[in-house]
């Protein structure tokens, strides 16, 4: 979960995101959410990631993305 792989595709995947959408932190979410787990986050999530996004940086919250148990096993 935490290996240097995961922390390197992180970050990647944050960069790509910034790419595509800007520097927005709602805007970052919702593409990483869509990337990630193929859909929209809920307005609960927003809420929950943009703290996140705003004091650790979209990397850690792509982290916890692709470490989620909706990321790893296909419902």
């Not at 970052?28 to 869509?34: G, K, L, P």
Request: one cysteine or more; a negative charge; hydrophobic letters at 45%.
């Amino acid at each position: 979960f935490n290996s240097r792989f995961t922390i390197d595709q992180s970050a990647a995947l944050a960069q790509s995101v910034r790419n595509q959408v800007g520097s927005d932190p709602k805007a970052c979410i919702e593409a990483a959410y869509q990337r990630c787990l193929i859909r929209m986050p809920t307005v609960q999530e927003i809420e929950e990631s943009l703290p996140i996004v705003s004091e650790l940086g979209l990397e850690v919250l792509c982290r916890a993305l692709l470490n989620c148990n909706e990321f790893l096993f296909f419902p």
